[in-house]
């Protein structure tokens, strides 16, 4: 990817910006929610000066996500009680770039705000590798703990803001499976297919100690490659697996649950730094209730989705205990790579943060 990149698509978003628009009306919870929080100490005084910003949010996610509901959420919220004078901007589904260049234009500031997911930043903040370990978290209640820990919130926004971006929010959208046309019983069955995998090394690794043949390929290109049969299958939350419609072109659902699928919302460091302090504030207090109501829809599109694949056609398979264990033996390969490129006490820090988010 040339550096270049993130200065030309200023000037295409500048000429584009008043013809693409997403997200102006108000979702009913948000309203709901921004009215009931107007007589809470956090509510942000009426008719403050919060000056004038008009921001992008880029994704390449569809609108049925959680990524697409927080975000949504928080733009209406940061609006409504602005004033009017922050007016975000919402561009779902690649609209402007593919996954590394919107984080890559969010770094270099041509974009102002972003949201994905931890592996997708691995090569600007490569810290983010920590969460690419598979099998760290015990279930989705843990993970959220740890996300909602003091080390989340500070020792990893650390390591974001060294990099040029500042972490305004963690959600998730529970964890990832592995989708096939293959039958797949066990993990034995997983040899040779064909599995497309984010460009990460660690992901990469992971699936070539399986047995499988791990083949990067950007997200918005999977459904040509899975319907031409360019790749068996692919690993994804439910909530991509309908978002994307991968259900019309795979058979199989296999509820490996190896990694969580983090969801991060950020925005460019320089430019979250030079606001005045209480823009900052209102910025902050958006976020964190965006993120908390980004847990109820988490829940509730998990189940849904998961009902749509099995109303699609698709068979849903579960590992037994022996191929789990198989799955976490092979993992082994990552926790190596992360310790080498991180170093032990990074990889120590983390995991005794973990520790500490179990009950």
Same mark, same amino acid.
Request: charged share 25%.
């Given at each position: 990817?040339?550096?270049?990149? +993130? ?15 997403? =997200?102006?009306?108000?979702? %009913? &919870? ?22 004038? $910003?008009?921001?992008?949010? +880029? ?14 959420? !928080? ?7 602005? =004033?009017?004078?922050?007016? /975000?901007?919402? $561009? %779902? ?18 974009? &102002? ?32 703990? !740890? ?8 020792? /990893? ?8 971006? #500042? ?7 529970? !964890? *990832? ?10 993990? +034995?069955?997983?040899? =040779?297919?064909? /599995? *497309?995998?984010?460009?990460?090394? $660690? #992901? ?11 083949? %990067?390929?950007? !997200? ?8 031409? =049969? ?10 991509? @697996? ?15 649950? #190896? ?56 068979? @849903?398979?579960?590992?037994? &205990? ?5 799955? *976490? ?10 310790? &080498? ?19």
């Amino acid at each position: 990817m040339k550096k270049t990149f +993130a200065l030309l698509l200023a000037g295409v978003m500048a000429l584009n910006l008043s013809a693409c628009s997403s =997200g102006d009306q108000a979702a %009913p &919870e948000a309203t709901e929610k921004t009215e009931a929080a107007q007589d809470g100490a956090s509510q942000a005084e009426a008719g403050e000066d919060y000056g004038e $910003y008009n921001w992008n949010l +880029a994704m390449t996610v569809s609108e049925t996500t959680t990524n697409y509901k927080m975000v949504e959420y !928080f733009a209406n919220l940061v609006k409504e009680r602005s =004033g009017g004078s922050i007016n /975000i901007e919402l $561009y %779902p589904g690649g609209q402007l770039a593919n996954t590394t260049e919107q984080d890559e234009a969010c770094v270099a500031g041509s974009i &102002e705000m972003v949201t994905g997911m931890t592996s997708d930043l691995t090569d600007f903040v490569k810290e983010m590798a920590l969460f690419d370990m598979p099998n760290v978290f015990d279930d989705i209640d843990h993970m959220r703990r !740890f996300l909602d820990s003091d080390y989340a919130k500070n020792q /990893i926004n650390e390591y974001c803001e060294a990099s040029g971006i #500042h972490m305004l929010a963690f959600s998730d959208a529970g !964890f *990832r499976q592995l989708t096939t046309n293959v039958p797949t019983a066990s993990v +034995a069955d997983l040899k =040779g297919q064909k /599995i *497309r995998v984010m460009t990460n090394k $660690y #992901h990469i690794g992971y699936w070539n100690a399986i047995g499988a043949s791990a083949v %990067p390929m950007q !997200f918005n290109e999977l459904f040509m490659g899975l319907q031409q =049969g360019t790749v068996d299958g692919q690993e994804n939350p439910y909530m991509n @697996i309908i978002g994307n419609n991968l259900q019309e072109v795979q058979k199989y659902v296999v509820e490996t649950n #190896h990694v969580g699928h983090i969801i991060v919302f950020f925005m460019n460091n320089d430019l979250y730094q030079s606001l005045p302090d209480n823009t900052k504030a209102l910025i902050d207090e958006c976020a964190a209730e965006a993120a908390e109501y980004a847990k109820g829809v988490a829940n509730e599109s998990i189940e849904a989705d998961k009902q749509a694949v099995v109303d699609a056609g698709c068979e @849903i398979v579960e590992f037994g &205990e022996e191929d789990l264990a198989v799955l *976490r033996e092979k993992a082994q390969i990552v926790y190596d790579m992360v310790k &080498e490129d991180l170093g032990e006490d990074i990889v120590k820090g983390f995991q005794d943060a973990v520790d500490a988010a179990r009950e």
